[in-house]
């Protein structure tokens, strides 16, 4: 059988990467181009700038990635792109610079939904080994997805409000800390104790989860410390905040593998970087017999490298 290469590109917010990934698995060549340091200067991201970096950077990371990969348009199978959920502006950059390559080249042309990506980030070191549950943790989504086999989620549970990553990134607002906040909190965490009184966030029998009450907790400790002239112990609001969110997402996970009968485990998303997750996740799993993937960082984080991971499978599966 012929070798697969599937040339990746994705820009659904403030990267813009491009990848080579053959047969689904082996990262030939990654390109990310970060816009954090610009976004940074705003406390966030904002999409008006990021889509006009796009714009900017796409040809020239699409030729610096066929450059490291010593490769020509020609050697590629198929482009896959990623095609939402994402900045309107931003993702409509890639598709762009995805049509016209398909276009021009001849080369089929795959969507790819940006949380599959994340999901097959997984596939990348260690083969994805069926049934499995996805716990998917990012900025945008907290989700509980079951597969039974490639290209098959079934959603069993989500966020009613905040994802984990949002509130992460809220939370670190309130005290005070620069964006991104999410890793900072996660490195303050492992420097605090645990002494604020924050609440579990809906600790019930469902798959489902809320970040919003915790956070609005965290709000209103924040500004009670502040009326009465006490200052908050950043280190340990984190380690309190990070304490909470690890246990509901950790109980309703192994709760779910336990009642689906399900030994396989993948962490998918930005917060699957997070120390703490990791670190209890990966305790749990070895408690429970549980064989658990979680990315290496670099995959965690936004990158073309699990679209085009990802790419592959919709490819062999005619998505198009």
Same mark, same amino acid.
């Given at each position: 059988?012929?070798?697969?290469?599937?040339?990746?590109?994705?820009?659904?917010?403030?990267?813009?990467? =491009?990848?080579? =990934?053959?047969?689904?698995?082996? /990262?030939?060549?990654?390109? =990310?181009?970060?816009?954090? &340091?610009?976004?940074?200067?705003? #406390? #966030?991201?904002?999409?008006?700038?990021?889509?006009?970096?796009?714009?900017?950077?796409?040809?020239?990371?699409?030729?610096?990635?066929?450059?490291?990969?010593?490769?020509?348009?020609?050697?590629?199978?198929?482009? %896959?792109?990623?095609?939402?959920?994402?900045?309107? #502006?931003?993702?409509? =950059?890639?598709?762009?610079?995805?049509?016209?390559?398909?276009?021009?080249?001849?080369?089929?042309?795959?969507?790819?939904?940006?949380?599959?990506?994340?999901?097959?980030?997984?596939?990348? /070191?260690?083969?994805? !080994?069926?049934?499995?549950?996805?716990?998917?943790?990012?900025?945008?989504?907290?989700?509980?997805?079951?597969?039974?086999?490639?290209?098959?989620?079934?959603?069993?549970?989500?966020?009613?409000? &905040?994802?984990?990553?949002?509130?992460? /990134?809220?939370?670190?607002?309130?005290?005070?800390?620069?964006?991104?906040? #999410?890793?900072?909190?996660?490195?303050?965490?492992?420097?605090?104790?645990?002494?604020?009184?924050?609440?579990?966030?809906?600790? &019930?029998?469902?798959?489902?989860?809320?970040?919003?009450?915790?956070?609005?907790?965290?709000?209103?400790?924040?500004?009670?410390? !502040?009326?009465?002239?006490?200052?908050?112990?950043?280190?340990?609001?984190?380690?309190?905040?990070? @304490?909470?969110?690890?246990?509901?997402? $950790?109980?309703?996970?192994?709760?779910?593998?336990?009642?689906?009968?399900?030994? @396989?485990?993948?962490?998918?998303?930005?917060?699957?970087?997070?120390?703490?997750?990791?670190?209890?996740?990966?305790?749990?799993?070895? !408690?429970?017999?549980?064989?658990? $993937?979680?990315?290496?960082?670099?995959?965690?984080? &936004?990158? %073309?490298?699990?679209?085009?991971?990802?790419?592959?499978?919709?490819?062999?599966?005619?998505?198009?």
């Amino acid at each position: 059988m012929n070798d697969i290469y599937i040339l990746g590109i994705e820009s659904s917010c403030d990267e813009t990467s =491009v990848s080579i =990934v053959k047969n689904g698995t082996e /990262d030939i060549a990654t390109v =990310v181009l970060s816009q954090m &340091d610009t976004h940074a200067l705003y #406390g #966030g991201v904002v999409p008006e700038i990021a889509s006009r970096m796009h714009v900017e950077n796409i040809s020239l990371v699409i030729e610096e990635c066929l450059k490291k990969a010593n490769m020509t348009i020609d050697d590629i199978t198929a482009i %896959a792109v990623t095609n939402g959920p994402g900045l309107i #502006g931003s993702l409509l =950059v890639g598709t762009t610079a995805a049509l016209t390559l398909s276009y021009l080249y001849n080369k089929p042309l795959v969507p790819v939904h940006h949380i599959s990506g994340h999901i097959y980030a997984n596939n990348i /070191d260690n083969k994805m !080994e069926f049934p499995l549950l996805a716990l998917v943790v990012s900025g945008g989504h907290t989700e509980l997805i079951y597969m039974k086999d490639h290209y098959s989620f079934e959603k069993i549970g989500g966020t009613l409000d &905040d994802a984990v990553g949002e509130a992460y /990134d809220k939370v670190a607002r309130v005290i005070n800390l620069p964006y991104p906040g #999410g890793p900072l909190v996660d490195k303050l965490a492992n420097e605090g104790k645990d002494i604020y009184p924050l609440p579990l966030p809906m600790d &019930d029998d469902s798959y489902n989860f809320s970040f919003s009450g915790l956070k609005s907790a965290v709000i209103n400790l924040a500004h009670n410390e !502040e009326q009465r002239g006490n200052i908050i112990n950043k280190s340990s609001m984190a380690c309190s905040f990070q @304490n909470r969110v690890i246990e509901i997402i $950790s109980k309703k996970t192994f709760k779910a593998l336990k009642e689906y009968n399900i030994k @396989n485990l993948i962490v998918a998303g930005g917060v699957a970087a997070n120390s703490g997750l990791r670190n209890k996740l990966t305790e749990l799993a070895k !408690e429970n017999n549980i064989n658990l $993937s979680i990315p290496a960082l670099k995959y965690c984080t &936004d990158n %073309a490298t699990m679209i085009a991971a990802s790419g592959y499978y919709a490819y062999k599966k005619g998505i198009g």
